[in-house]
């Protein structure tokens, strides 16, 4: 249908960026940004007539959104770009789908597939993208690629290790080069945290992290990260961390990318630790963890010498899910008594209720605290299952 409008208005009408990629790929990505020939907002006019759903127009960039039920298309015209200065603004002018393309990243993103029905389906490869797509490479589109905008340089990591491609050989030289002249101190520390962020949410978090080392780039986040066979390891094992917390099946809500980041950051003191979490206005739920981190040792030490149920519960009870899985990343034998904990201990209630304790004899105050805790320990250790043997145990 889009493209029968896009014939009747006399635009041409293309499917860009990670779509055709994707496809070329045989993968599936649902993003779907169009671009028009002609006029991109009168094109998302006409086809929200059309469809229906709903239109916001961005005048200001010339861009327009058809919010179908199910679906969202991002429309905008081809054009071309300037920019005045490294890592500014662009300035922005219609131009053809050639230009539009070449402004892009990669040749890998500068696929195009043609919608209007007399070319319905076509490739528009002016770069050759399809063929380093099938060598695995990435390559840049032009040399100032990267000053104009540095957040590429992340960019280009996140496809290197989602799908497992090099860098071409002038593409790894302009990275290089763009890297020694500092152009990543251009971005706002918000961005940079934002471009770590993606990375270690992709499909291959770790070789996205030993790409920014390799690059030179670990020390814009703190001069104190090291990349090392240690840090490696525990990344690596963040995988078969998480796995494992899949099997048990047991409702948790955390991210996963914080693991990474924790296992990233863990070899930090606590001054590079606060230094860190100010620069990138880290918030307190993630400070807390990145901080309990520096204990972790001491809390392994203590779970491989607890001697009950209960040593393991009033441990663990004060940790977050992300603390109790870096600890199984750091020292995976200790994975019964976490698994203990999370399927059964820490689900332990006292049955018996106040005014029952009190008709017992036991006065309100500090002493009553005790008794629950008593009873919650004999009930942790097994001693005592059932209501009737609470009830018992307090009548001792
Ligand atoms: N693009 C670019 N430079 C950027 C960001 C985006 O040239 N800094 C272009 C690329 O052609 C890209 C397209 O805009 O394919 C869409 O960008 P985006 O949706 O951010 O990325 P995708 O390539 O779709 O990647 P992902 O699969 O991670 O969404």
Redesign the pocket.
Known sequence: KAGRMADSLDFDLYI????P??LVLGQV?H?L?LVVEGDGIEFARELSKELGGHLDIYHEFGTAVVSLEDLKLDIATTRVEYYPQVASLPEVEHGSIQQDLF????TI??LAIQLNQASFGQLVDYFSGKKDLEKGLIRLLHNFSLYD?P??IF?GF?FAS?YDYNFEENTEDLFKHAIELDVIEKLSSDRLFNKLE?GLK?RNPVRFISLLDEYNILSYFSPGIEWNHETEILENNVTKVLDWLHDLEIVTSFEEWVLYLIVLVHGLNETEIKDFANKFNINKNLFDRLMTSLKADKYIRILHDAEDNSAIYYLLQGLAIEDMLFLLIKDFSLEEEIKLYLEKLQWTDIEVSGEEIIALGYSPGPIFREVLDEVRKAKLNGEVETYEEEKEYLEQ
Do not use: K, P
Request: hydrophobic fraction near 20%; avoid cysteine; aromatic fraction near 8%.
């Open positions: 860009v960026g990670g779509f990629r994707d990505n993003d940004d402004r892009r990243d990669f993103n500068a905008d957040t590429r960019r996140r989602r993606l992709d």
